[in-house]
């Protein structure tokens, strides 16, 4: 079955950076869009970034351009997230998401706390 995976997140300071990653298994990968959400208690999962089966296509929030990048390698079934400037706002649960025929997947979440 879909499996997702979410590491890397954690504890960081304003400014700082980090990378998530996200394995995937259960699906052909590489023909699949995958995207990055984050969630806040009290909040609705909103959508981070989104690339295109083979990488070639991206979309950011815009609150998050210019400071995330997402990428993916489809030889290792990974999406990642770099994750640049980082400020308190992007405190959240960060979820990977992929739709495989009509069904949503989701992954457990990693959480990132962004704290002086």
């Known amino acids: 079955q879909v499996q997702l995976v979410e590491s890397g997140g954690g504890l960081v300071q304003p400014g700082g950076s980090l990378r998530l990653s996200c394995a995937a298994s259960?699906?052909?990968?590489?023909?699949?869009?995958m995207s990055w959400y984050r969630q806040t208690p009290g909040k609705e999962r909103e959508l981070v970034a989104t690339?295109?089966?083979?990488?070639?296509?991206?979309n950011y929030a815009d609150s998050m351009k210019g400071r995330f990048t997402i990428s993916r390698d489809n030889a290792k079934n990974t999406v990642y997230l770099q994750m640049t400037s980082l400020k308190p706002e992007d405190t959240a649960v960060y979820y990977c998401?992929?739709?495989?025929?009509?069904?949503?997947?989701w992954g457990q979440g990693t959480q990132v706390t962004v704290s002086s």
């Open positions: 998401n992929v739709i495989v025929s009509v069904s949503q997947y």
């Open positions: 259960g699906f052909t990968f590489y023909r699949y869009a």
């Open positions: 690339i295109s089966s083979a990488g070639r296509n991206t």
